[in-house]
């Protein structure tokens, strides 16, 4: 499976982004799909995930109310609707793909590229 994610921006607090995460390969339908960020100088760290059917998602307390992760299997599309950003949210966003829901890296096979959100004060 090859990740490719896209959809960050600049935008100023409390505004939303939404990204996208198209996949290519076979087994896209067949994979959880996980959101993680890495801001600089942090550690990666998840942020929500969603199972092969799109029923089952997970969400980082931190993001929990804000942020909502959804698939369009006939797309092969995961998604990452964001709102009421705050600038501790500024990362690098990452889209990855793993055989079941989980909030673990190890857990994840296969990595997109990232995309840059920045949010502004």
């Known amino acids: 499976v090859q990740l490719q994610a896209s959809g960050g921006g600049l935008v100023q607090a409390g505004g939303s982004l939404k990204l996208s995460c198209v996949a290519s390969?076979?087994?896209?339908?067949?994979?959880?799909m996980g959101w993680f960020r890495q801001a600089p100088g942090k550690e990666r760290e998840f942020v929500s995930a969603?199972?092969?059917?799109?029923?089952?998602?997970h969400y980082a307390d931190s993001v929990k109310g804000r942020f909502t992760i959804s698939r369009d299997n006939a797309k092969n599309t995961v998604y990452l609707e964001m709102n009421g950003l705050k600038p501790e949210d500024t990362a690098v966003y990452y889209c990855a793909a793993a055989p079941r829901i989980s909030s673990s890296q190890p857990d994840y096979g296969y990595w997109g590229q990232g995309t840059q959100v920045t949010v502004s004060s």
């Open positions: 390969g076979r087994r896209f339908s067949g994979n959880a």
């Open positions: 969603i199972g092969w059917s799109g029923v089952g998602t």
